[in-house]
């Protein structure tokens, strides 16, 4: 080994490489392909070395030791064994199903398709097939195969081994931000209508999700593309200026042994997206769009999606003794709500609470930005025969978050307690105003809210494994409140620290309306 690839270091922190290695590196854990990133984008330190952390996502899996290859291609340059914790057992990056899993380009873990059974891939395709009928004519819509799916059928005829989904896109003839989210809703409630399990993750790409035959979930994204100003825009990646002629008429290409719908001229569209070696396989190739896109893409679709997965990924790892724990906030609302009152667990987690309030006998209905996570508090409410409801609530969206609430107010008769522990300081300033918005919405007269929070200035980084925090100030809680028609009864230091950040707890109640 030369003393070039002898200087590569490889630890609990990350990997170091010499500033003048400039190559897309694969990266294995005890011969598992995990990762890939690019050296070229990695900053030159004054050491004169390139140094890549582990990324987030990984960290909850970094437990125990593994031997960590550096490849280039087919060439191994390096291999270190590394002990990230003491616990028993190697790092072991398989899922819950038994599947393989990897980070990919968006730092996002995924479960390739060469750590899948094949059947996943057929029920994809199988899919894919309904959604492009169901949208054609439904919505007058032609979807053709996108992004990582036509790489691999032009450069492969099938998927791309590191790839985990079906992409298909469509082009618009909407011109104006209001139309172009209004077609992405029209079409996710066609695809509703035909019995498919959608999620909405932004005004201009929503995801059907499946079960798959190896118990996991498989998914198909649907983008929608417009021409503005000239310039064809591809999600938050490409602005190019590329004719609609280069996409339409859409013919077909052989993907897994299918004849499905691609651009036109799909060599154009493929350039534009992954650069002129588009040919040339790299699982390190990142799309780096400019501000000028992406801030048009955040200011017209927006995002529903911004940290749902590392909250999943901490929730599905909390132990099942957890569920019988509540905290000690849900301890304290207990002791001060009416025998008869119904509760409205906003950010419910795990459902320990939601159980706990349940047990005590009140009617419960748990509500969660998450997805799934309820299923294990779901099992014990229906083999202890509790009066608990689940109900998912994007507080990133107003029309999610008002039309979850119309739900909600339906199903709950009885005096009404509003109970709120560790949300509003993990929403962002948008999502906030929502919470406003519910806040204003759901109690009637003598009605109860429960706020539990971290108060004071901002934290760069959460101290979980999760997702992100932002403490709030207090006094602008208090205006919320009072803004929503609450008088507050309640303001004090909360119980035990939560990761070593104090708590703020807030009880506050309804007031009768005023006359008009």
Not at 238 to 257: D, K, N, W, Y
């Amino acid at each position: 080994m030369s003393d070039q690839v002898s200087s590569i270091q490889i630890d609990t922190a990350g990997i170091t490489v010499p500033a003048h290695f400039v190559d897309n590196f694969d990266v294995y854990f005890d011969k598992q392909h995990v990762w890939s990133f690019a050296a070229a984008e990695l900053p030159v330190r004054g050491d004169g070395t390139r140094k890549i952390s582990w990324p987030r996502a990984m960290s909850n899996w970094l437990e125990g030791p593994s031997l960590i290859s550096l490849r280039v291609g087919e060439r191994e340059l390096c291999a270190t064994e590394v002990r990230f914790t003491d616990r028993e057992g190697r790092v072991n990056f398989i899922d819950e199903y038994g599947i393989p899993v990897m980070i990919d380009k968006w730092g996002l873990i995924q479960r390739p398709f060469s750590g899948r059974d094949p059947a996943v891939v057929t029920q994809m395709l199988d899919i894919t097939e309904q959604i492009i009928e169901i949208v054609r004519e439904e919505c007058g819509v032609q979807c053709w195969l996108a992004f990582g799916s036509l790489l691999g059928a032009a450069r492969e005829g099938g998927v791309i081994a590191f790839d985990s989904d079906v992409d298909l896109a469509y082009l618009s003839d909407k011109t104006s931000p209001v139309e172009l989210n209004l077609e992405m809703y029209d079409i996710a409630r066609a695809l509703r209508r035909r019995g498919l399990r959608v999620l909405s993750k932004s005004g201009a790409f929503v995801t059907v999700l499946f079960d798959a035959p190896d118990g996991a979930e498989g998914s198909v994204d649907i983008y929608s593309t417009f021409v503005f100003d000239g310039n064809l825009y591809e999600t938050a990646t490409v602005r190019s200026p590329v004719p609609a002629s280069e996409i339409v008429p859409l013919r077909t290409i052989a993907f897994e042994g299918r004849q499905l719908p691609v651009p036109h001229n799909f060599e154009r569209l493929l350039e534009e997206s992954y650069g002129p070696n588009w040919r040339v396989p790299d699982p390190a190739f990142k799309h780096l769009p400019g501000p000028e896109i992406t801030r048009r893409f955040d200011d017209w679709f927006g995002s529903l999606m911004k940290q749902r997965r590392d909250w999943e990924r901490f929730v599905r790892r909390r132990p099942d003794e957890d569920l019988d724990r509540p905290t000690d906030f849900q301890v304290w609302v207990q002791q001060q709500i009416p025998a008869d009152a119904e509760v409205f667990d906003l950010g419910a987690g795990l459902g320990n609470n939601s159980l706990a309030f349940a047990r005590a006998g009140h009617a419960v209905v748990a509500a969660d930005f998450t997805r799934f996570t309820f299923r294990r508090a779901a099992t014990k409410a229906k083999e202890e025969k509790l009066t608990l409801r689940f109900i998912s609530i994007n507080l990133r969206s107003l029309r999610n978050t008002l039309s979850g609430m119309a739900r909600v107010a339906h199903w709950m008769a009885k005096p009404r307690v509003l109970f709120a522990a560790g949300v509003i300081d993990a929403l962002d300033n948008e999502s906030r105003w929502n919470f406003q918005q519910l806040l204003k919405h759901f109690g009637r007269p003598g009605d109860q809210a429960f706020l539990e929070f971290s108060p004071g200035p901002l934290a760069k980084h959460d101290p979980w494994k999760g997702g992100r925090r932002t403490p709030v100030d207090l006094s602008q809680v208090l205006d919320w409140l009072h803004a929503a028609g609450l008088v507050v009864e309640v303001s004090q230091a909360g119980g035990p620290a939560i990761d070593g950040r104090p708590t703020h707890r807030i009880r506050a109640r309804y007031a009768p309306r005023r006359a008009q």
